[in-house]
Nanobody, 119 residues
Framework: QVQLVESGGGLVQAGGSLRLSCAASRSIFSIYAMGWYRQAPGKQRELVAAFTSGSRTNYADSVKGRFTISRDNAKNTVYLQMNSLKPEDTAVYYC?????????????WGQGTQVTVSS
C-alpha cells in the first residue's frame, strides 16, 4: 500500500503559477506509475501528467508546454509545476500512484487539492 499527501493548491489569477506536491509513504522507485489527475465539476476525472513505467512522462494535450511533472526521489515526492494557468484548469487535482501486484495494478489516490484559476 501507499499513502499520498498532496499540498500546494489554491486560488490564482489567469496567467499565474502554482506548484503541487505529492509525498508518498514509500519509495517512489517501488511505484509502477505516479502522477496527477484532475476533476472539474460535472466532468470525469482526467489524466494531467504522469510518470509511467520506465520513467517516461505523459501529459494531457491541454497542458503540454505549460505544466511540468518532476520528482525528488530522496523525498519520495512528485511535483506538478503549473504555469500560464487558465480558468479551464480549475479543478480538484488528485495525486495517483499505481502499484503492480503480480499482474494486477492497484490504484491509490490522495485526498485532492483544489486549484481555482480566476479570469
Amino acid at each position: 500500500q501507499v499513502q499520498l499527501v498532496e499540498s500546494g493548491g489554491g486560488l490564482v489569477q489567469a496567467g499565474g503559477s502554482l506548484r503541487l506536491s505529492c509525498a508518498a509513504s514509500r519509495s517512489i522507485f517501488s511505484i509502477y506509475a505516479m502522477g496527477w489527475y484532475r476533476q472539474a465539476p460535472g466532468k470525469q476525472r482526467e489524466l494531467v501528467a504522469a510518470f509511467t513505467s520506465g520513467s517516461r512522462t505523459n501529459y494531457a494535450d491541454s497542458v503540454k508546454g505549460r505544466f511540468t511533472i518532476s520528482r525528488d526521489n530522496a523525498k519520495n515526492t512528485v511535483y506538478l509545476q503549473m504555469n500560464s494557468l487558465k480558468p479551464e484548469d480549475t479543478a480538484v487535482y488528485y495525486c495517483n500512484a499505481q502499484l503492480l501486484v503480480a499482474t494486477r495494478v492497484d490504484n491509490y489516490w490522495g485526498q485532492g487539492t483544489q486549484v481555482t484559476v480566476s479570469s
